[in-house]
């Protein structure tokens, strides 16, 4: 299946009418502005959250604890200049910029199911580049066998930092193996647009058969390690948010069930839809787990 979002819905049927207008708008002004993403077989053709769902509705305790924290002050976030540092077991250590990690010709559009640990999901059009490509620029040396990520410190312009609402910065980890997975992205954008603030600009990671806080934001740091990192959740609560957090409809969180989900938009009466093994990207994944007691390893 080779779709793009605009093959699925008509523009002002996703959008919001405010973000319609706003989209027009930043069109007209600056046609620049629209990147295009080649389509990719990974995506799903699930119905589309609306560009004003995606980005009003967010996690990003850097900003805040509510759900429109995000949106309400991440425009504080300066994002360019931007770089990121790759370093530890990599032949080529040094500061890459986004542009050499995600250039824009190389964008592909991954339309995937976002569900978070909270019970909630969405469906999203994401502009990125997988996250192997740009491993493979600063060379992966013998011995790597984690990689370890780092969303930037920086209270003055993140307030929610100052509130110590997490141990800052917010660090995640993955297997080398699911980093080099051809599903694990570095996205730079959504909606053929530069990634809004409040979803993580300039550059994050997606990994979409995981819950959604392993899809760490505003990326600053990227280490090879050949130790198992710590991420924030794991660190700050060990028996609810495990290092692997492969989304499992049987295993739940000890506060609630994760057996379904709310699907962000479906309305009201929309009702609540069965989760599926690894977010339903099963076929692709679970090769990477056989022989892992996933009850275990959660
Ligand atoms: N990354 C950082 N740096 N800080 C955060 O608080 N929240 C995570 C993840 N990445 C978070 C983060 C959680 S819990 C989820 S569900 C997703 O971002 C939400 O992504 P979205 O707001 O773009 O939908």
């Not at 370093?87 to 010709?105: F, I, Q």
């Not at 190389?106 to 502009?127: D, K, N």
């Not at 989900?261 to 076929?283: H, K, S």
Request: hydrophobic share 40%; net charge neutral.
């Amino acid at each position: 299946m080779k779709l793009r979002w605009s093959d699925v819905t008509p523009r002002p049927a996703y959008l919001g009418r405010r973000a319609f207008m706003a989209a027009g708008a930043a069109m007209l002004a600056a046609p620049a502005f629209g990147l295009q993403g080649r389509p990719s077989p990974h995506s799903t053709d699930e119905a589309l959250n609306s560009f004003e769902e995606i980005t009003n509705y967010n996690n990003f305790y850097e900003f805040g604890f509510g759900k429109e924290d995000p949106a309400r002050h991440a425009h504080a976030l300066t994002t360019d200049p931007w770089s990121v540092e790759i370093d530890g077991l990599v032949e080529r250590p040094g500061s890459y910029g986004v542009e050499d990690l995600a250039p824009e010709n190389a964008l592909e559009e991954r339309i995937y199911r976002l569900r978070c640990v909270e019970a909630w999901s969405m469906v999203i059009p994401w502009l990125g580049v997988p996250l192997s490509g740009a491993l493979e620029r600063a060379g992966v040396r013998s011995g790597a066998k984690f990689v370890r990520f780092e969303t930037l410190y920086r209270p003055a312009e993140m307030r929610g930092q100052n509130a110590r609402l997490l141990a800052f910065p917010y660090v995640e980890g993955l297997r080398l193996d699911e980093a080099m997975h051809p599903l694990t992205i570095l996205a730079t954008g959504l909606y053929d647009q530069p990634m809004p603030n409040q979803n993580g600009a300039p550059i994050r990671l997606v990994v979409p058969w995981k819950y959604g806080f392993k899809s760490i934001k505003s990326v600053v740091r990227i280490t090879l390690t050949d130790r198992q990192p710590v991420s924030t959740w794991e660190a700050l609560q060990p028996r609810e948010y495990g290092f692997y957090a492969n989304v499992n409809p049987q295993v739940d969180h000890p506060r609630w069930s994760q057996a379904t989900e709310r699907r962000i938009g479906a309305g009201l009466f929309g009702g609540r839809q069965d989760t599926p093994m690894f977010n339903g990207y099963g076929d692709q994944v679970a090769a990477l787990y056989s022989g892992m007691d996933l009850a275990k390893h959660y």
